[in-house]
């Protein structure tokens, strides 16, 4: 079963996601020959001021 877990700051709308978690479904679907069902997709989100670039919070971006 194979897992993607996407690392990403909070902001995108549930249909941005569910847009990416399908194109990463079909990637994993064309590239490992596996079903639809068994491919996984989590997004992890954190809040804007846990992050940083370069010692700059994105929050501040």
């Known amino acids: 079963m194979p897992e993607v877990v996407v690392y990403a700051v909070q902001g995108r709308t549930p249909a941005q996601k569910k847009m990416l978690m399908q194109k990463i479904t079909q990637a994993v679907i064309e590239s490992f020959d596996v079903p639809s069902d068994k491919v996984v997709v ?3 989100e954190s809040d804007p001021s846990n992050k940083s670039r370069g010692g700059v919070l994105y929050s501040e971006r």
Do not use: D, R, S
């Open 42 to 44: 989590q997004i992890v």
